[in-house]
C-alpha cells in the first residue's frame, strides 16, 4: 500500500486532513516533533529525523509551519531528503494571493512554492484562502479589548475539514504543478465576521472598524486574498462556529 507523510498533521489543518486520509484507507505517517501514536519525530528546523522519516514513503503532504522566519529553510531541508528518497509527489498547502501581499510571512510561503516548483520532485501546490479558525482567533485574542476591533477588509474563510479534502483528491491524483486556489463560500467583511462572532458569544461589545497605513492592509483591501468566480467550500462562517460553540451563529 502506498505511504503518505503528512508534515503538520498534528496542525489546525493536519488533524482533519490526516482523518480524511485514513478514512481513504491510505497509510499514513504524521510527522511531529512529539512522539504519539501513528507519528515518526522529525524536526523541520534542525532535519533532525527527516531522512529516517522518509523511508518508504510514496507521497508528502506538506503542511508544517513554523509561523515565524524559517518555513523557507524547513522546506528546502524536506525538499532535499524527499529527492534522495525517491518521493513521487509533495503535495503543498499555499495562501492566496501571496504574489500580492508584502507580508513576510507570504514572502517566505512564495519562496517554499518556488523552490519545491524548482526541484525535481512532481508536485502539486494548492492555495486556499483563510481557515476559519485563524478568523475565530483573531477575535478571540481580542478577549480584554473593550471592543471587538474588526479590520476594514473582505475575506472569504474557509472549513479546514474541506481543505482537507481537496487535498486528499489531490494526493489521490496526478501532479500537476499548481492547481486552481480554493475559498469558502461567502466574502465577508470584518464587520460581518465580527457581528457573527459576537452572536455565537453572546458578547454585547461596540464593533469597531480597523484601518491600517501600509502596502500590506492596502493589499488585502484590495481583494487579492479572494477568489474569483464559483466557491469551492460550502461550510459556512456560521455553521463553524455554531459546530464549535454550539450556538446559532
Ligand atoms: N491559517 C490559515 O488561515 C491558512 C490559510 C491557508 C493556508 N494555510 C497553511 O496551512 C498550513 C497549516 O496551517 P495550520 O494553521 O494548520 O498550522 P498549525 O495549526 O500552526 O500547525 C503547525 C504544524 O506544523 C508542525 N511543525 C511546526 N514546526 C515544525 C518543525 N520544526 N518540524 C516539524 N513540524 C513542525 C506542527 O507539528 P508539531 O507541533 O506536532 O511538531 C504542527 O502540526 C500552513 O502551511 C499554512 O501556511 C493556513
Known sequence: MAVTLV????GTLGRPTVNRLRDDG????????????????GDLATGA???????????????????????AA???ILLDAAIDAGVSHLVYI?????????????????????MIAAAPVPHTILRATQFHDLMATIFAA?????????PSISVQPI?????????????DSA??????????????????????????????????PLRLPGMTFQAFASGHNVVPGEPFGRVTFSEYLAERFGAPG
Open 26 to 41: 491510505q497509510e499514513v505517517r504524521v510527522l511531529s516533533r512529539q512522539a504519539g501514536a501513528g507519528r515518526v519525530v
Open 159 to 171: 472549513a479546514v475539514d474541506e481543505v482537507g479534502g481537496r487535498l486528499v483528491e489531490l494526493v
Open 49 to 71: 529525523g527527516i531522512r529516517e522519516a522518509l523511508v518508504g514513503v510514496d507521497a508528502v503532504l506538506h503542511l508544517a509551519t513554523a509561523r515565524r522566519p524559517g518555513d
Open 175 to 208: 501532479p500537476v504543478g499548481r492547481v486552481d486556489d480554493i475559498g469558502g463560500p461567502e466574502k465577508l467583511t470584518g464587520g460581518e465576521l465580527a457581528a457573527k462572532w459576537k452572536a455565537a458569544k453572546g458578547s454585547r461589545r461596540a464593533v469597531w
Open 7 to 10: 508534515t503538520g498533521g498534528t
Open 94 to 114: 499555499s495562501i492566496v494571493g501571496i504574489d500580492d501581499i508584502p507580508l513576510a510571512y507570504y514572502r517566505e510561503k512564495l519562496e517554499c512554492e518556488r
Open 74 to 76: 524547513a522546506t528546502r
Open 142 to 150: 481580542q478577549t480584554y479589548s473593550p471592543v471587538l476591533f474588526a
